[in-house]
């Protein structure tokens, strides 16, 4: 099913919301409990979904009872058990981002890409070094399974005061105004925290949008891939930030590898870079209105 309410559950939004939430547990179960997937891949997916879930709770937290605020908190929880395992892999697959653009756009001289190079070697042992086994995750596993039961159970009782997707409205424009504050605060500090709270905001834009889609008349895709592709940019930028937080505090056994000035040096362009095609994008975004979903 479409993360989105449909059209035909306009005047029973609060039926419709609940299946859409809903069925983003049950896959992300399926997919934990699926002994032919991949339990690593399981994991990154479920993170996902657990973010568009936490979405359309807080869209809903203005009209629903505390059940949206505890869910959204108890979801919070089971994802960040598994947050080590995608890390690792995430700072992997951005040293091999910054590798691919160098060799692209021609933007480092030799030794800075023999340094990258080395960097992703060595991050890839310390990938390696910090996995479990697939079989050390059946614990885990079995917990969250029973966290997102228990929090479809009570997505289904929770109480939402709208009997039309219309009562959402101010749910909505809630999150633009936490989006445009978030952008001013990333653009006058220009730090990492700052940019990654503005990435959450717009993540929650972004699929508040995706459910309002279908429940409004006169949708515009074009909106929500706005929406989409500022969301990407600013994960580029919060992996970029992760990398160089990584080779800060594992300087000493990182710098036996490689020269690590050489490699901060490449990821502060290239975060800039990334960060300044956020901002012009962002100013766009920003002026998005309910009438435009």
Request: net charge positive.
């Amino acid at each position: 099913m479409p993360f989105r309410i449909k059209k035909r559950e306009r005047r029973r939004v609060s039926r419709g919301l609940k299946w859409v939430l809903r069925e983003q547990l049950w896959r992300g179960i399926r997919e934990l409990t699926d002994p032919e997937e991949d339990p690593f891949e399981a994991v990154h997916q479920l993170r996902k979904r657990i973010k568009k879930i936490r979405g359309g709770l807080r869209l809903v937290r203005h009209v629903a009872d505390g059940t949206a605020k505890a869910e959204n908190k108890r979801l919070r929880d089971v994802a960040r058990r598994f947050a080590p395992l995608r890390d690792a892999q995430s700072r992997v697959e951005t040293c091999e981002r910054v590798i691919a653009h160098c060799q692209q756009c021609k933007g480092c001289d030799a030794a800075e890409a023999s340094a990258l190079t080395a960097c992703r070697a060595w991050l890839i042992a310390r990938r390696d070094a910090m996995c479990v086994a697939p079989g050390q995750l059946r614990e885990p596993i079995r917990q969250a399974v029973q966290e997102l039961t228990a929090s479809g159970e009570a997505i289904d009782r929770m109480k939402i005061d709208a009997a039309k997707v219309d009562e959402l409205k101010p749910g909505w424009k809630g999150t633009r105004r936490r989006v445009r504050k978030r952008m001013n605060d990333a653009r006058q500090s220009g730090s990492p925290e700052d940019f990654h709270e503005w990435r959450k905001r717009v993540k929650d834009a972004w699929y508040q949008s995706c459910i309002l889609n279908g429940g409004f008349k006169n949708t515009k895709k074009k909106h929500r891939r706005r929406l989409r592709d500022l969301a990407d940019l600013l994960g580029r930028v919060h992996d970029l930030d992760e990398l160089a937080r990584t080779l800060d505090e594992e300087a000493d056994a990182a710098g036996k590898h490689f020269e690590t000035s050489l490699v901060q040096s490449v990821i502060d362009r290239r975060r800039k870079e990334r960060a300044g095609q956020a901002m012009l994008l962002g100013k766009d975004v920003s002026n998005i209105r309910i009438l435009d979903l």
